[in-house]
């Protein structure tokens, strides 16, 4: 896969991830990376990230995920490559599923 080839990621982030403002930062780093796509939290306290873009913006895109805002602390970050769908007009959050 080239880095500019439109590609497709799904991640889910464990760790101390939510109330600590990690959707915000990466909905942040989505827009700056021209990155469409959603982020949420969910019930078992990991958040959610689907995103879709060029590869290296999506690789940018991780390394964020994994480092993620100051007060949080990723411990787990497991992801998957889909083929990109095209349906994302922005990167938005979701609600909490």
Known sequence: MSENELACLHANIQGRVQGVGFRAYVVDRALTLGVKGWTRNRWDGRVEVMAEGDRKA????????????????????????????????SFYVRSTL
Do not use: A
Not at 61 to 72: A, E, I, Q, T
Not at 78 to 84: G, I, K, R, S
């Open 58 to 89: 999506l690789d940018q895109l991780l390394v964020f995920l994994r480092r993620g805002p100051s007060m949080s602390n990723v411990t787990q970050l497991d992801l998957e490559w889909l083929p990109p769908s095209g349906e994302f007009k």
